[in-house]
C-alpha cells in the first residue's frame, strides 16, 4: 500500500496556482454530492453553484487539469472526480496521526470524512498518561514518548494538532524531526517551521471575529441608511420610523388602534 511518505502531489510541479488548489476540495465535495445521486453530468454553472465559486473561475481551474467540459453535454461527473482525488493525491493512503486528544482531538478522531477521503488515521497521541489505552473512535490512545517511533512505523507525513496553545511549537518541532512534512494546526498559535514543511492553520474564534466583524458593519450600514432617510431591509427608513412610532413600548402593535 503507498503511503504519503514515498509519493506527493504533482500539483507544483504542473505549475497549478495555490488558489486553484484550494478550490479543487470544494469542486470535489459538490461533485461526490452529484456521484452520489447518480448524475452522470453537470455543467460549469452548475457545478459553480453547488461548489459557491464563479462559472468563469472553475473552467479556468479546470483547464489547469487538461478538462475542458464537452459544450452541450457538461463535465462527466465520475471522471472529474477521479481527475481531482488524483491531482490532490487523493487516490491513495494518508496516514495521519492525530496529537492532543482532548474534546476537539476526539472529535476529529470521530469524523468519519477522513477515510472516505484518503486520509486514514494512525494513531491518536496525547501526553496525558491517563489517556494512555484509552480508546477513542475505537484507536487506542498512544503516549506522546512514543510519538517519533509511530510516525516511522506508520510513515507518516501529515500531523493535526490539537494541542493547547502551549504545546503546539514543540509538539510541532518533534512531528517535523521525525519526518513529517505537513502540519494541520488548530492550536490558537503561529507555527514555526523549516522550509518544504506546510501548515495550514484552523482557528475557529478567527472566523467568529471575522464573522462579527461582518455582522457590525451591516448594523452600521442599516444605522446610517435609517439616518439618510433610505431603505432598511428593503423598506423605506420613513416607514420604518412610522411602524417604529406606531408599535408599543415591547414592539408590539398597541391592542387600540388610533381611528
Known sequence: MATGRTHRPATRSRGI????????PLYLRAL????????????????AAAAGVNSAKLRKDFSYLGSYGTRGVGYDVEYLVYQ?????????????????????GAALANYGGFASRGFRVAALIDADPAMAGKPVAGIPVQHSDELE???????????????????????????????????LNFAPTVLSVPDGVDVRKVDLSIELQILAFHEQRKAGEEAAAVAAGGDVDGVPASAARKQSADQGPDGDVPAVMPA
Open 17 to 24: 496556482p495555490e488558489a486553484t488548489v484550494a478550490r479543487l
Open 84 to 104: 481531482i482525488s488524483r491531482e490532490l493525491g487523493l487516490t491513495q493512503d494518508w496516514p495521519v496521526v492525530i496529537v492532543g486528544i482532548g474534546n476537539l
Open 149 to 183: 517511533k509511530i510516525i516511522e512505523d506508520n510513515g507518516v507525513s501529515i500531523g493535526v494538532i490539537a494541542t493547547p496553545a502551549g504545546a503546539a511549537q514543540p509538539v510541532c518541532d518533534r512531528l517535523v524531526a521525525a519526518g513529517v512534512t505537513s502540519i
Open 32 to 47: 461526490t454530492a452529484l456521484s452520489e445521486r447518480s448524475v452522470p453530468t453537470v455543467s460549469s454553472e452548475e457545478l
